[in-house]
Each structure stands twice: as structure tokens, then as C-alpha cells.
């Protein structure tokens, strides 16, 4: 009995030590793993802990090394530890593209450094990119992915729009101007201005493209005349026209070879998402650049139909159509808007068509939307309108490589939690946790004990 014992001892001695030993190659194992492989899972929301997709396509488009130089003590009277915010925080991006680095330098330690890079504020960021240089203040990714994106334009865009008619102004406050988008088109890196033909000799040179938004009175003659010779020496343009008057550019959608129908596109599937019938969804998007892996609804309020004529010098596609179940509504809003056989248009309705055509060994590009509500202040929010948007403006210029969604704002910031709450988690890890633990070790080790 005594040998039997003493068998039994040296049986489990060995067990046991065998478990140590695999034990440790487990642990050691892990460790190897866990040095050699990173995965991560962000549950915030808006996934805030980890770089939208938009912002790791810019990444991607810059073929090149970047690098970030960050003007920061080592404590930050109101954020404490700016330098650990800002190295976490670039850390996303350099998980992405490997080659973007982080400097530090320190505004007071070294203060001619500080002066000749024109830095005002602790904290800043200096970021270059082939010799072109974008500086930062705040730290989120909307803001860094944007001052990335304006850094990969390899030249400034520059955007003419048409004024002295009423229209939509890009640096306008009013609901029916286009000033946030305008505003978003200059973090995006465009420049704008405004241009009075009636002034003006020309569309100037070195503009990009020109915008007419919704002209509200009608243009002089020689004014229609100068936009024809710019559209006839291959000039880019994106034109937004509502439902009233063309305002005297019908002999411009006669040379583009569109026809603009009366009446205003009604959609019922917006009354079903509670928005009014008048609103049309885009949803329903043409084989374009402007449109590829474009899945998002937007929101085109008091549109009108746009008809592409078979032409054989312009080549045209409808980016798109609207109202699948709705019609062009040619009779009076204010009264009950139904459908009307003999004079409505059945839908699907075209509502924004973009042309090409080849002039002077390069590509023409204009861009026809049958709303300029859409950009308009009051509607942009609406469902993806600024994306679609800014790819238009990238596509007119040039820049289609940066069509991507925008980079979103983060949303959460701070994680709270109710006093419930904070009880619940500490009576777990404190005191559940620790007494599961105790009496599993006791259970075992009363087991092995009656067992010998």
C-alpha cells in the first residue's frame, strides 16, 4: 500500500510537471504569436478607435513617404500628456502606411525651430508631402485625413463661379447658398471665386472648371455668349438648374444636346420614408467614375427631368435616375399632386447627366444636375449629398484618383458610465471573479486529495 502511495505520488508529480512545462511552451507560444500578429477589434462607436475607410483610401493614393512633425511640451495645460494624444492618435496611420513618420519637437526648448516652421499653437502639426506642407490644430481624423487629401492634389483647383445673377454664392450663409459645401470644398484643397461676365472679359485661364448655380435672372446675351466659347474651347463645367426658367441658357443645353423638361419630379418612396413627395432618392446610379462604389442614397429636392439626345459628339451617361415609381409632376404643386396620364412624364427620371467629348488632344467634362437644391445649405445633410458632391467636383477637375467618401467626425469621445454601472463591474472583478476563482481551487484540490 505504502509502494502503491508512493507510485501515486510520483504519477502525479510527473502529470503535474508535465502540465507546467506545456504549460509554459503555451504561454511562450502565445507570446510569439501575439508578437508576431496584431488584431484588433474596435466596439466604439462610429468606430472612432480605428480609420474609416475613405481616410485609408487617401492614405493609399499617397505614393511617397509623409512626415509629421508635432510642436508640443510635454504637458499641455488643459490636455496633459499632448505628446501621448498625438503619437495614439497618428499610430492609426502609420498601421496603415508604414512609412509615415512622427517628430517631436519642443516649442519652448527649441523656439527658432518653432518660428521658422510659422507655428502658433502648442500641439500643432506640420505635415509634408512632396514639398507641399499642411499645418494642424486639431487632433481627429476628419481633419488630418482632409489636409492629407489636400496634400495629394499635386496642384491647386481652382473653381469659377458664375455671379451677378442671384445665384447659389460658395461663401453664402443663406439656406439656399452653397457656402458649407463650399466650405468643404476648401478643406478638400479647391480654391473658388466668383465671376461677373457682364464685368469680366473671360472665364479666366487657369480655372479648373466653372459653376453656374441656379441663376435667378435672365443672362445678357454677350454673358451666354462668353460661357458658349469657353464650353466650345473644351472648358469643364458643372451647371445647376432648378425648375424655373433657364434664365437664357437654353442655347447652352442645345449645344450640350440635352433637353430640360417642365415640371418638377415627384417621388412617392420619399413620402414613405416621411420626407416631402417633392424630395426625389437618388439610388439608382449610371456606370460613371463619379458613381463607382457609390451605394448611397441622395437627396435631390424639386428636380426636373434632364433628356440625353443621341448626339455623336458628345458621349453621355445618366448618373441618375430617381422616382422609379414617381413621374415629373407639370400641374400646380399647392393642389393634389397626382399622377396625370396625358401630361406627367412616368418615372424612372434622369436628374443629373454628365458628358465628354474630346477637344484640343484632351477630355471635356461637363456635369448637368436638374437641382441645385441638393448642395444647397439646407439640404446638404441629407443622406449622402456631399459626397456625391465633392466627386463631382473631383471628377470636372481632374482629381477623379481622390474620389472617395469624406472622412466622418468622430462621434464618441468619452466612455460613461452610470453609478449602477461602475457598482455592477467592481462587485464582478472584485469580488465575484476572486470567490469563483477560490472555490475552484478548492474543489480541485480537495479532489486530488481524496483521490491520494
Known sequence: MITLNKKLRWHYLIQNGVFVILLLLLVILLGYLAAQTRLQWDVSQNGRNSLSEASVEILQKLQGPVQVTAYATEQHAQLGD??????????????????????????????ILTQEADVQV??????????????????????????????????DKLIVALSGHGERRLDGNANYDLGEFGRHLRTNGFNSQSLNL????????????????????????????????????????????????????????????????????????????????TFALGAIYGQHVITGNFDYITVFPFSRQITIDESEEWSSVSLVEAAPEGWVETGDLNSEIVFDQADDVAGPISIAVALTRSIQDREQRIVVVGSGHFLANTYLGNGSNLDFGINLINWLTGDEALIVIQPRATLDSNLILSESELTLIAVVFLVLLPVLFLVSGTVIWWHRKRRI
Open 82 to 111: 499632448i505628446r501621448k494624444i498625438i503619437a495614439d492618435f497618428v499610430a492609426l496611420y502609420q498601421r496603415v502606411k508604414p512609412d509615415l513618420s512622427l517628430t517631436f519637437i519642443d516649442p519652448v526648448a527649441q523656439p
Open 122 to 155: 502648442n500641439g500643432e502639426m506640420v505635415i509634408k508631402f512632396n514639398q507641399r506642407i499642411e499645418h494642424l490644430t486639431a487632433i481627429n481624423e476628419q481633419a488630418f485625413s482632409n489636409a492629407l487629401m489636400r496634400l495629394a492634389r499635386a496642384e
Open 198 to 277: 457682364a464685368i469680366e472679359q473671360d472665364v479666366p485661364v487657369n480655372a479648373s472648371m466653372l459653376m453656374i448655380a441656379s441663376p435667378q435672372t435672365d443672362l445678357l446675351p454677350g454673358e451666354v455668349d462668353k460661357i458658349l466659347n469657353y464650353v466650345d474651347r473644351g472648358g469643364n463645367l458643372l451647371w445647376l438648374v432648378d425648375q424655373e426658367s433657364l434664365r437664357g441658357l437654353l442655347a447652352l443645353a442645345e449645344k450640350l444636346r440635352l433637353t430640360l423638361t417642365p415640371g418638377v419630379v415627384v417621388d412617392p418612396q420619399a413620402e414613405q420614408l416621411k420626407a416631402p413627395v
